[in-house]
């Protein structure tokens, strides 16, 4: 009976995943959220007890899954095309960070591949390009390999991302051995609908964040401690916000590794951001999309929303470049003194507070699209925690803001996304206080 139920668990999950890699329009939210919740629920059917069939099976659906998607164009997210522009500036040798798109499109300004369709599918035209060196890299190999086809673009771009998700998988198996825990955990991760549509399905680099932070966790478990630092670099370069997980590893590595994986670390990004420095207004460029990142854009948020109708209130306007820089300050803050006072030095227990780290980050930002769960959800394979796993579920209610343009969000089911998720850490942690 339990066979049964997994297998039907598999077709549920692969045909909700398929559809939504080929055949789901933005636009329609029913159609789009009923197949995700038939693909969770054979998630759930998969992952809930203790295999009876061999793990081999379940990652084997996981790659196919993956590879399936491969060669599907995203359908849930448009940034592909900043991809595409970015990748095409740098393979014709300009900076993409020291000119807004614009500017490309005026009178002897003009680069091969960068016209007016391909400008106004970008979502953000009037903002300068927010994306690390790792991920530039990624587009630009895209651009050398297929300079003239969108849709080729993606794929290639596509297929370094399920290169990344089977590094993942790998380290997941190889850190749950480490840490004597059940490598069927990895299924979390693994068959996650919510991870597999939006890293390889809609071309996020998440998925390559998670490779490189799980690469760096992993080698500090077998004291490499230059290794993980050029991996812990990595992940720095194909995303920002694995910073925010150093002060955890002050008291881990405090020593003579400290300063190896530390000194790694800022040697190892700064070369990877090297090339990109080249010519003027990086800094400039690259500064300012970040201010605009923490003062304009606002999606999906929890503790700011609450601040933003405060701030209404009060004034009568929003608040969002007042709110948003404050918010990433007490993040940080947060963070920091939790890190500090963490007094644990073994490699375990450390998955556990790097995702307390993250939580906190999401429950400050002014903006949490549903990739963005990617690390929480990797790390909780390690923890005791699914908190993570019901938030891949409700985030998935955002997608109601893309039924009308311009975008609008539904307050009501935010409240209940962020609603839900509370109720449900506040019973995991009296549960776990119950069991001590």
Known sequence: MRLAARIAGAFLLAAGVLYLGYGVDRTDFDSLFSAFTLAFLGYLLVIWRPLATPLQYWM???????????FAFPLLSDDVYRFIWDGRLIAEGHNPFT?????????????????????????????????????????????????????????????????AELGSLLLLYRLLLTFQLPPERLLYYWLNPLIIVEIVGNLHFEGAMVCFLLWSLYLLTKSNYAGAAGAMALSVASKLLPLMLLPFLLKRLWGRPFWTFFGGVAAVTGL??????????????????????????????????????YGYYELG?????????????????????VALADDRTDWRSLPGRWLAAFTIYLLCATTVHPWYLAVPIGLCVFTPWRFPLLW????????????????????VLVGVEYGLVAGYYLWERSRRSALA
């Open 317 to 337: 306007w929003n608040q969002i470049a007042r709110f948003g820089p404050l918010l990433a300050q007490l993040a940080a803050g947060i963070i920091l003194i």
């Open 272 to 309: 990877l951001f090297l090339p990109l420095l080249v010519g003027s207004g990086f800094v400039e460029g690259f500064g300012g999309s970040l201010e605009l990142y923490f003062r304009k854009f606002e999606f999906n948020a929890s503790v700011y929303y609450l601040l933003r109708a």
């Open 99 to 163: 000119q807004l798109p614009a500017y490309y499109l005026e009178p002897g300004h003009g680069a091969e591949g960068l016209g007016q369709a391909l400008f106004n599918r970008l979502n953000s035209p009037d903002y300068y390009t927010i994306y690390p060196p790792v991920a530039q890299g990624v587009f630009t190999l895209a651009a050398w390999i297929s300079p003239t086809s969108w849709y080729g673009a993606a794929v290639v771009m596509k297929a370094v991302l399920f290169l």
């Open 392 to 411: 891949s579920f409700l985030i998935m209610f955002t997608y109601t803001s893309y039924v009308v343009e311009p975008y609008r969000e539904n307050l």
């Open 60 to 70: 084997g659906l996981g790659i196919a899954l993956r590879l399936l998607l491969v």
